[in-house]
């Protein structure tokens, strides 16, 4: 069974960075066929996805609101993925969510689709102060 568990999550102001970190558990990124992506979502509004990853090509998609701010990276050896944000804004505030898919994004748009994946997190709480 997969597990997620997320962190780094914070207080920052508007124009700062943080580095939120997904642990996975019961399988390994190097071996499995998969796709880890990170939503957020804020009070009264809809998930959203922000960013995947696709372990086997090593492709990666990114939400327009976040694109050239936000990183997504996989590190196989500690089985955590990594969503490194920076130049936050205010807007950016959310809890945030790691989600595994258990094959790769084939298609990109699927990658930004919460149906799409079958494992989450607990999330973590990102605020941003103007």
């Known amino acids: 069974e997969v597990q997620l568990a997320e962190s780094g999550g914070g207080w920052v102001q508007a124009g700062g960075s943080l580095r939120l970190s997904c642990a996975a558990s019961?399988?390994?990124?190097?071996?499995?066929?998969?796709?880890i992506a990170w939503f957020r979502q804020a009070p009264g509004k809809e998930r959203e996805g922000v960013a995947w990853?696709?372990?086997?090509?090593?492709?990666?998609g990114y939400a327009d609101f976040v694109k050239d701010r936000f990183t997504i990276t996989a590190d196989n050896a500690k089985n955590t993925v990594y969503l490194q944000m920076t130049s936050l804004k205010p807007e950016d505030t959310a809890v945030y969510y790691c989600?595994?898919?258990?094959?790769?994004?084939?298609?990109?748009?699927?990658?930004?689709?919460?149906?799409?994946?079958?494992?989450w997190g607990q999330g973590t709480q990102v605020t941003v102060s103007a």
């Open positions: 989600a595994q898919a258990p094959t790769k994004v084939i298609r990109p748009a699927w990658g930004l689709l919460a149906d799409y994946y079958t494992t």
């Open positions: 019961g399988y390994t990124f190097d071996t499995d066929e998969d796709a």
């Open positions: 990853i696709s372990r086997e090509d090593g492709t990666t």
